[in-house]
């Protein structure tokens, strides 16, 4: 009988190869990224998902201390990195081996980048916001980090794009490097960031104001800030972080809304870009930047800056229950009003009715369900709101002159650019 064939994950040192005739040479590959936030596990399951596809992968989790062996580090094949500055890059370069770096600074050109999609994230906040109507922003990160600084582009262009200028505050001494041992590597939730000087700016902010953080460790703690000056949010300072931490985003008073950065996408491309990279070493993959899933919208959001407050009240429940196949008359009982007063507050504020406001909001949500997931199309359908799939399939055309399908192939984001 042949032995049965099985990825292995092991912390610390590599095990030795199976030296048996009828098993394959193992390739080892080393996975350095932080486990304790979910980030970076879901970028390890990733990885574990493009690699139960093979069958001579062995992975180990080496303590951050084997970068100081150059030895140690060419046992590798391969490499996996969250490579957070240029010391860390310069420890790698030794492994003469394949490296994907999942960070994306860029510290190493001879690495293979996968990263997240941060153009296209700090667009998706800023549509976001102005979705929501907001006509004050702000942006809270770090002007030395990367993702920070792209993130920030992005989303003041957008704002630009559409009318609308951003305030902006960051911190300008930490480094990627200081910020990626204190919080990436330690779990610790302090953003480094003078909180005084951030309560100022949030004072100083026109009310409601939307602001936009690099990431959720950020958010988490303006809604700190936020609450001990007694600024309300969502209805003075409306939250919206990136990375989708449960832990940071649900057990916070109110929840935190957050980009879906797709992490386990993103580990998937790495290990994809490594098998590619380890097959040929001489050629380096191109940089690979999977897209951002969508905002996962808590109670940090639940808002539109738009009077009366019913109103407000009626659009937030539009959105929670789009799924739910809702007509105007479900929005009625909601707020507790009669048909004529809300027609008209509709046709008054927002040039249309309810019912269109519900239309527009299903397909609104089947876009970014097409455009950001592999769901299937009756899957996209019930998820928006629509009885049947040849009913959605008929509105989805009359509203984009393209069926469900034509609109998945021309706006689904290649992962590689």
Not at 331 to 352: C, D, N, Q, Y
Request: contains cysteine; charged residues 25%.
């Amino acid at each position: 009988m042949g032995l049965e064939r099985k990825q292995e994950i092991h912390d610390g040192a590599a095990t030795p190869e199976p030296k048996t005739a009828s098993c394959p040479k193992m390739r080892r590959i080393g996975i350095f990224v932080e486990r304790h936030w979910h980030y970076g596990r879901s970028i390890c399951e990733g990885v574990a998902a493009f690699a139960s596809a093979q069958d001579d992968w062995r992975f180990d989790f080496p303590d951050w201390e084997v970068l100081k062996s150059p030895s140690a580090l060419r046992k590798y094949d391969g490499l996996i990195v969250r490579v957070f500055g240029k010391d860390m890059a310069d420890a790698l370069a030794l492994a003469d081996c394949p490296v994907v770096d999942v960070f994306g600074a860029g510290f190493n050109p001879a690495f293979a980048i996968v990263d997240q999609d941060s153009v296209g994230i700090g667009r998706m906040a800023a549509r976001y916001f102005i979705e929501h109507r907001f006509a004050n922003f702000g942006f809270l990160g770090y002007a030395l980090h990367h993702y920070s600084v792209r993130r920030r582009d992005a989303f003041v262009a957008e704002l630009r794009a559409n009318g609308f200028e951003c305030s902006v505050f960051e911190n300008r001494t930490t480094t990627t490097q200081s910020l990626g041992g204190h919080v990436l590597k330690t779990g610790h939730f302090d953003f480094r960031m003078n909180r005084r000087s951030v309560a100022n700016w949030i004072r100083s902010l026109p009310k409601p104001c939307a602001v936009f953080c690099s990431h959720d460790i950020v958010a988490w703690n303006l809604a700190k800030i936020c609450a001990s000056v007694e600024a309300r949010v969502p209805e003075d300072i409306s939250i919206l972080g990136v990375g989708d931490d449960p832990l940071l985003c649900k057990f916070n008073t109110p929840s935190i809304s957050s980009i879906d950065s797709d992490a386990f996408g993103i580990g998937r491309a790495a290990a994809r870009s490594l098998a590619e990279f380890m097959v040929n070493p001489g050629r380096r993959p191109k940089d690979c930047y999977p897209p951002p899933i969508g905002v996962s919208e808590r109670d940090s959001t639940r808002i539109f800056p738009i009077s009366p407050q019913w109103l407000s009240d009626a659009l937030v429940f539009i959105r929670r229950s789009i799924g739910r196949n809702i007509t105007a008359a479900d929005v009625f009982k909601h707020i507790g009003m009669s048909h004529t007063p809300v027609e008209r507050m509709f046709v008054a504020k927002l040039g249309h009715s309810v019912q269109s406001e519900i239309a527009s909001v299903r397909i609104e949500t089947a876009k970014r369900l097409i455009a950001n997931t592999s769901l299937p199309l009756a899957e996209v359908a019930r998820q928006s709101g629509f009885a049947a799939k040849s009913y959605f399939t008929a509105k989805f055309k009359s509203a984009t002159g393209k069926t469900p399908g034509e609109w998945r192939s021309s706006h689904a984001l290649s992962l590689c650019k």
